[in-house]
């Protein structure tokens, strides 16, 4: 999704071995099943690519600023980032993301699921959409997205951070998180 960057396609790239036996039957199976893009997915995945980097690289640096401004939030329990020193996974995130942490993060709401559903519907930049890698920046409520059963968090929301400038995206989310609590 990031490589197109329009949330328009998905495709990507198997690579392997050629004398693996596991990539051998995978290319069974694609020449079998003929799993190759079509003309226009092919076009459309070419001109995303073209804006791939600086994409991400904005991606990146707009996640970090969000994750550091929602550690400290009063109406956020907590943020789930590579960036941060926080993150379980920090250490290793650190040795092998170089250039950035990319552009996904999560934050679990204080007041439960209730406050998390409520601050994803009052949002006004963020699309509530469920993907990833575009130019437009998504938030959803993971647990109603998964369903009954899931391992989600009731309170997360997770957000996949677009183009658009940090500083306005905290500030609608910021509104957002006041509106809900006020409610």
Same mark, same amino acid.
């Given at each position: 999704?990031?490589?197109n960057g329009h949330s328009d396609i998905i495709a990507g790239a198997l690579i392997g071995?050629?004398?693996?036996?596991?990539?051998a039957k995978l290319?069974?199976?694609?020449?079998?099943?003929?799993?190759?893009?079509?003309?226009t997915e092919a076009w459309l995945?070419?001109?995303?690519?073209?804006?791939?980097?600086?994409r991400v690289a904005w991606?990146?640096?707009?996640a970090q600023a969000l994750a550091?401004?929602? !550690? =400290?939030?009063?109406?956020? $329990?907590? *943020?789930l980032y590579?960036?941060?020193?926080?993150?379980?996974g920090h250490a290793v995130a650190s040795r092998q993301m170089k250039g950035g942490f990319g552009g996904m993060l999560s934050i679990r709401v204080k007041g439960g699921e209730r !406050? =998390?559903?409520?601050?994803? $519907?009052? *949002?006004?930049?963020?699309?509530r959409a469920t993907s990833l890698g575009g130019v437009e920046s998504l938030i959803e409520h993971r647990a109603s997205i998964e369903g009954a059963g899931t391992p989600c968090p009731p309170d997360l929301l997770r957000l996949s951070v677009g183009v658009e400038e940090a500083g306005d995206l905290f500030d609608d989310l910021d509104r957002a998180l006041k509106r809900a609590h006020n409610a």
């Open positions: 999704k990031y490589l071995a050629h004398d693996d036996a596991h990539w290319r069974t199976i694609r020449a079998q099943l003929g799993t190759i893009l079509g003309q995945l070419m001109r995303g690519m073209r804006t791939l980097f600086p991606a990146c640096r707009s550091e401004k929602f !550690a =400290a939030h009063p109406m956020v $329990a907590e *943020v590579p960036g941060l020193p926080s993150f379980a !406050a =998390a559903i409520a601050t994803a $519907a009052r *949002v006004e930049l963020w699309k």
